[in-house]
Structures are given as C-alpha cells and as structure tokens.
C-alpha cells in the first residue's frame, strides 16, 4: 500500500488522505472515535481549531459512512460497478455547498453550514472540481481486496489498478498464477 499520496490536481490530496484513514492491511483506523475524528478534521483544516464541536458516535458513523462513499466513487473509477452521485449531493446540501465570489474576482465553493456537516461538505470540494476537469477519473482505490487504498493514477493510459504494483499488483498476479496452477494439476492418483 502506498504512503502518503504526492501532489495532485484540485487538493485531490485530501480527500484521498480521507478514505486513507482506515489500512486494512494493517487493520488500524484513524477514525475510530469521536474525538480521533475531530482531531483528523481539525489537523486538516476541516474543523476550526478553537470552535470545536462535540462530535458524537452518531457524528462518527455518518463520516465513516461518507469516507466509505468516497471508497465506492473511488471502486468506481477503477472499473467497478458506478457509484450513486446522490448521497454525496445529499452530503452538499446538508453542508449548504455554494458558489461564493471573492473581491478578488474569483470563485470559491465553500459550505456555509458549519461543525461536522461543513467539515464533511468540505470534502466535497475538491471532488467537485475534479469532477469538472476530469482529473477525479484518477483518484482509484486499489482492487486488492485486502487494501483498497486510494490512490491518484499516474499511469498515462488511466489504467493502474493498484496503489503500488510492486506490492499489491504483484501479490494479486501471484494468487491468481497458483490458483490458475493448481486448477491445472492432474487429479490427484489420476492419468498424466
């Protein structure tokens, strides 16, 4: 599995580190609290430092549940079955999603709404950018069934699979050449 993901398009990064916060290969997840969660969300900058809220098991289970929507979009993108759009509209507009114009001259999309449904609506936006310029068609998570690790494909053709070939890649191909041998071997006592 791969390390901390290097630079991408759109603050992809992010939301990557996101779905990353559970290693199933190590069996260790960053989010297994309430309070791990508002840490994780402050650190990035998702939550204000001084004005935390007091997260809930409730809190904790909807953003499990939103890093897992990201997971599916994520399968998505590396050939699997598309993911419904709508949950995370929903998670928008819970977050109150809008365009807002700078005195600058630019265009932000920010959530108006604030606590855990703006931290996670947060999220979204660089999604939402992706999206538009077609970079989040890179952002995979690895089809080892023993990683998922998300990752951004910087292979020229889009099509890596996994989040490191020399690891997850190769034990993949490895399984798959020994059951492929196994179901080539004669029958056990029989003809050969």
């Known amino acids: 599995m791969a390390t901390k993901t290097q630079q991408v398009p759109n603050g992809l990064s992010l939301v990557i580190d996101y779905v990353n916060t559970v290693d199933r290969d190590r069996e260790t997840d960053a989010l297994s609290s309430p309070r791990e969660l508002g840490e994780w969300l402050r650190s ?12 809930s098991e409730g809190d904790l289970r909807r953003a499990v549940e939103v890093r897992e929507e990201l997971r599916k979009h994520m399968f998505a ?62 952002v995979k998570a690895c089809a080892a069934d023993d990683c998922q690790w998300a990752f951004y494909d910087r292979s020229r053709n889009h099509s890596g699979r996994w989040c490191e070939m020399a690891v997850c890649g190769n034990r993949t191909k490895v399984r798959s050449y020994r059951a492929r041998a196994a179901g080539d071997a004669p029958p056990p006592g029989g003809g050969g």
């Open 44 to 55: 990035n900058g998702l939550l204000e430092r001084g004005a935390a809220p007091r997260l």
């Open 77 to 138: 993108n590396n050939g699997n079955v598309p993911a419904d759009w709508l949950a995370l509209d929903r998670l928008a507009c819970r977050g109150r999603l809008q365009v807002r114009f700078t005195s600058g001259g630019e265009a932000v999309l920010e959530p108006e709404a604030g606590g855990l449904d703006g931290a996670l609506a947060r999220l979204l936006v660089p999604v939402a950018l992706a999206v538009q310029d077609g970079s989040w068609e890179r």
